[in-house]
Structures are given as structure tokens and as C-alpha cells.
């Protein structure tokens, strides 16, 4: 059973950039077609679907974040990341990682806990 | 962005009750839809996708429905497990977009 685990600093100064890792145990970030996603939740708000990087490398984001937004796989640590630039207050929110089976309309979805992290000076 | 509104917000329910949450999309959607549900403190768990098909291993007390641009999630009989809240997610055009949620509270 695939497992994913948040990991990065809670709290990030504004105008610096927030660094994330998801580590993956049960599965390989490199292989088998998945979708390795972020998701994140704000205070009081609902979920935005940030992007994904598939297990081959091409990338897909948020429009509204593409400018700032930056994810990458590291396969020997079986690991991706999520690296978002330039954040102010408004990107202080619970960041989840997923792994996403998406085949036609079949969407299967194993997320992690989640991590708070707070944009504050 | 394909907007994705869930009603009600929240709700307050007896074990045993039966309980339908809706998700309203802003354009038709075919079945692309997921529905999640999230306990506090814990990861999302996927239970619906394509509207109506349970996710393995996932109770037949869930169920979901709809296609286009209306969708229901009911489940028949409230569990104590069940206290949580649920989300629905459209995948049918990127970005991806989530409702709302609607909390199940126990009355």
C-alpha cells in the first residue's frame, strides 16, 4: 500500500520560497504512470489543486501559481517536490501531496496527512 | 476554472441517518467527478469516482450519482466512522477544482 509523507519548514518569510518533499514508500515516483500531485487548503477555504509532475517528468500546473510554481521528482530518494516562490500570506495553508492513478474517468487518489505551513514574518 | 459548489456546508445528522450532499458543477462535466471524504487529523480518502463507481474496498452504504452538471453523495445509514467531511473534485478539464466540502456533524 502506497504511503506519502509531507515534509518542509512550517514557517516561511514572505517574499521567500517555500520548499516541500513528499516521500513516497510502496511505490516508485519513477515508474507506473502516476500523477504526483499537491493539493493545498487554506484557512477556512477549500481545496486548490496546485499541479502534478507524472512519473516520466512532464509537468501540469495551477495557471493561477504557474509563474511561481516549481515540481520535480527525485527518484533515487523516491521522493518529488513541490518549491513555490515568492509567497506572501495567501499561500499559508495545509499542502497535501498525492499519488493520482488517472486512466480516462477513472481517477484513484492516495494523499498524504498534510502540512501546515504559514507565510508569516 | 470550471467552478464546483457543494451543498449543504455542513449538516447535522443521528447514527442511522440517511444523508445526500450535492455537487454542482459550472459546466457540464460528463462523470468526471470524484468524491472524498477527509476525517480530522487524517489524509483524504478517495471513496467515488466517475460519479458513481466505489473506490475499492470502500462500504456499499456509499453511493453517488449524476452526470453533466448535478451530483449527489449519499451514504444510507450514518456510521459514527462516518462524522467528516466530504469533497467533491471535477477532473473532467485542468485545473482540477474541489467543492467546497460539507461537514457531517453529529446531532
Known amino acids: 500500500q502506497v504511503q506519502l509523507q509531507e515534509s518542509g519548514p512550517g514557517l516561511v518569510q514572505p517574499s521567500e520560497t517555500l520548499s516541500l518533499t513528499c516521500t513516497v514508500s510502496g511505490a516508485s515516483v519513477g515508474s507506473g504512470g502516476y500523477y504526483w500531485s499537491w493539493i493545498r487548503q487554506a484557512p477556512g477555504k477549500g481545496l486548490e489543486w496546485l499541479g502534478y509532475?507524472?512519473?516520466?517528468?512532464?509537468?501540469k500546473y495551477n495557471p493561477a501559481l504557474q509563474s511561481r510554481v516549481l515540481m520535480s521528482l527525485n527518484t533515487p530518494k523516491n521522493q518529488f517536490s513541490l518549491k513555490l516562490y515568492s509567497v506572501t500570506a495567501a499561500d499559508t495553508a495545509v499542502y497535501y501531496c498525492?499519488?493520482?492513478?488517472?486512466?480516462?474517468?477513472?481517477?484513484?487518489?492516495?494523499w498524504g496527512q498534510g502540512t501546515l505551513v504559514t507565510v508569516s514574518s | 476554472d470550471i467552478q464546483m459548489s457543494q451543498s449543504p456546508s455542513s449538516l447535522s445528522a443521528s447514527v442511522g441517518d440517511r444523508v445526500t450532499i450535492t455537487c454542482r458543477a459550472s459546466q457540464g462535466i460528463s462523470n468526471y467527478l470524484a468524491w472524498f471524504q477527509q476525517r480530522p487529523g487524517k489524509a483524504p480518502k478517495s471513496l467515488i469516482y466517475a460519479a458513481s463507481s466505489l473506490q475499492s474496498g470502500v462500504p456499499s452504504k456509499f453511493s453517488g450519482s449524476g452526470s453533466g452538471t448535478d451530483f449527489t453523495l449519499t451514504i444510507s445509514s450514518l456510521e459514527p466512522e462516518d462524522f467528516a467531511t466530504y469533497f467533491c473534485?471535477?477532473?473532467?478539464?485542468?485545473?482540477?477544482?474541489f467543492g467546497g466540502g460539507t461537514k457531517v456533524e453529529i446531532k
Open positions: 473534485q471535477q477532473y473532467y478539464n485542468y485545473p482540477h477544482t
Open positions: 498525492a499519488r493520482v492513478d488517472l486512466v480516462g474517468v477513472v481517477l484513484i487518489a492516495d
Open positions: 509532475i507524472y512519473s516520466s517528468g512532464p509537468t
